[in-house]
């Protein structure tokens, strides 16, 4: 239960940082960039911040949305009771990989960083981690 009740704190901080660069993109307020740490407005700027016309971090508020409702939810549903924690790790496997994916084009393609960036690749990573080890926990108790 405190592996489930961490990973919704973590995934709370997620979405919290996601509608933040959301905000960020859709008010064009650099100043909302701290500055002189890294350098979020060149990365918010790029042309890999969206897909599809979309800002990638709405994509991320989304995921982090998800597994929210997962973990509120689950116990209410028999089917979600019974495949939540597949889901949650699904989700924060899909967003964990990406993120690794948008940190790398930081680094080695805009060569610029955004500290929100990487703590919504650091919060994905950590729900992905513990959504591994509850997959595991559960399991073992299976057999």
Known sequence: ??????????????VLDAIYLSIIKFTNNKAMCIPGVGDCWSVNNSRYSEFLGI????FGALAYLCIIGLLLFSK?????AEYASIFI???SLAGFLFSMYLTYLQFAVI????????LSACTMTTVFILSLINLVRE???LT
């Open 89 to 91: 790790f699904g989700i």
């Open 1 to 14: 239960m405190k592996l489930k009740k961490a990973t919704l704190i973590i995934a709370c901080l997620g």
């Open 76 to 80: 209410k549903n028999k089917i979600l």
């Open 55 to 58: 800002p990638i971090s709405i």
């Open 139 to 141: 399991q073992k108790e």
């Open 111 to 118: 060569n610029a960083v955004c500290p929100f960036c990487i």
